[in-house]
């Protein structure tokens, strides 16, 4: 249920996808290095590919599958890799390379590409670890001041039984033993013990409810959400406090791309002359073409908002390697 500091702002999702390296870690290398002896680890029909050429594309996987043994994803991406050069070696002997559609898509790949390749050069050299730990007091500066509740719960099914256990709860029962024998999640294991949240952490009728009770009491009515039915209990409550640097790292890389992105592409229009035009051909007023500055007060506690440029598109269209533990497809 926790949300991160940043959970309001508004970040570009084709970054991530289309420019990695953009908010990669300055410090993680940007392919899997080459065994000393760069050897053929695939050949088919005469062409070969080498340890380093297959393992380029481990990059580009998920990140929870970077991290695996080279050992289990080579064969994965060797057989890729495989399936990919025949599939173009048919086509390319179809005469799918000729086609107008297909040449199209290709120049605008192209395109795509190298308007990647300038954001980069433009772009990463500004994210840098003491460009972020600015930032990071910079939004800190605005943490907004809020308590937040220490809270445990009982979760059941239905309403019923939600009463039932408020009704032993009156009779004296503990609750702690009476989320570990009711409590239908994983928190029944620890009591009902959910940890800390400001109000809007938490789902609405789960705020409501807990921020009007008192600690050490526990709700004389059960709350309903998509969950199912709670019995809640707050222990306290406390100053809320601004996550570390370390936790939300990443967010901010995310979001110093966007505005670095931005700011780079408003440089570009300054410089060049731009007209719009309506669906008939007439051409449009500068004001009717182009979106109002945010106030200055509100860019400054929400830079992130301002339009974004278009993503490149086709990169980020290409269809993701399979996941490393399914099973290498057959080799003949």
Known sequence: MKTSLLKSISLVAFLGATTPALIADPAAPATTPAPKA?????????????????????????????????????????????????????????????????????AKAKESIIAQGYLLDKVKPLITDAALKAKYDEVIK?????????????????????????????????????????????????????????RSELPKELGDAAFALTPGSYSQE????????????????????????????????????????????????????????DKDGKPLPLEAATKPEAPASEAATAPSEVAPPPPPAAPSEVVPPPAPEAAPAETK
């Open 38 to 106: 760069d050897h053929v680890v695939a050949e088919v029909d005469g062409q070969k590919f080498t340890y380093s050429q297959i393992m380029e594309a481990k990059a580009s996987l998920p990140k929870q599958y970077q991290s695996a043994p080279d050992d289990k994803i080579l064969p994965v991406l060797a057989n890729q890799a495989v399936d990919t050069y025949l599939i173009n070696k048919a086509a390319q002997a179809a005469g799918e390379a000729q086609k107008p559609e297909v040449e199209k898509a290709i």
């Open 142 to 198: 605005n943490f907004p001041q809020e308590k937040e509740v220490h809270l445990s719960h009982i979760l059941v099914n239905d309403q019923a039984t939600a009463v039932a256990v408020i009704k032993a709860l009156k009779s004296g029962s503990d609750f702690k033993t009476l989320a570990k024998t009711k409590s239908t999640d994983e928190t029944a294991k620890a009591g009902g013990e959910l940890g800390f949240f400001r």
């Open 222 to 277: 059960p709350v309903k959400t998509d969950f199912g039915w709670h019995v809640l209990k707050v222990e306290g409550f406390r100053d809320a406090k601004p996550p570390k640097f370390d936790e939300v790292k990443n967010e901010l890389k995310g979001l110093m791309t966007q505005e670095a992105i931005v700011n780079l592409v408003k440089d570009l229009r300054k410089n060049a002359k731009i007209t719009f035009f």
